[in-house]
């Protein structure tokens, strides 16, 4: 089993930054790919960022050159920077892990873009 543990979400004003964390806690060989997705109400969840444990990322279009993801392979940490944030990035941010053949979440934590 896998926890995953996530910190950083909050309130921030339009053009303000913020950095998620999530740390991955349990009995696993190995994490390929730890990443970020996102949900507001209403909306379904979508991928914001991925990174694989070979360093591969992938950035949802609207996110490129603002977001970036990180990871700590050691730790098995994962972090995601976020600048010029804007009010449509506002919505629960899940850490997942794909630790194959089995996939975990988060239980989110809230971002929200607001002045």
């Known amino acids: 089993q896998v926890q995953l543990v996530e910190s950083g979400g909050g309130l921030v004003q339009p053009g303000g930054s913020l950095r998620l964390s999530c740390e991955a806690f349990?009995?696993?060989?190995?994490?390929?790919?730890m990443g970020w997705y996102r949900q507001a109400p209403g909306k379904q969840r979508e991928l914001v960022a991925t990174?694989?444990?070979?360093?591969?990322?992938k950035y949802l279009g609207s996110v490129k050159g603002r977001f970036t993801i990180s990871r700590d392979n050691l730790k098995n940490t994962v972090h995601l920077q976020m600048d010029s944030l804007r009010p449509e990035d506002t919505a629960v941010y899940f850490c997942?892990?794909?630790?194959?053949?089995?996939?975990?979440w988060g239980r989110g934590t809230q971002v929200t873009v607001s002045s």
């Open positions: 990174i694989t444990n070979g360093g591969d990322r």
């Open positions: 997942n892990a794909d630790v194959r053949p089995a996939i975990y």
């Open positions: 349990g009995s696993m060989f190995s994490i390929y790919a």
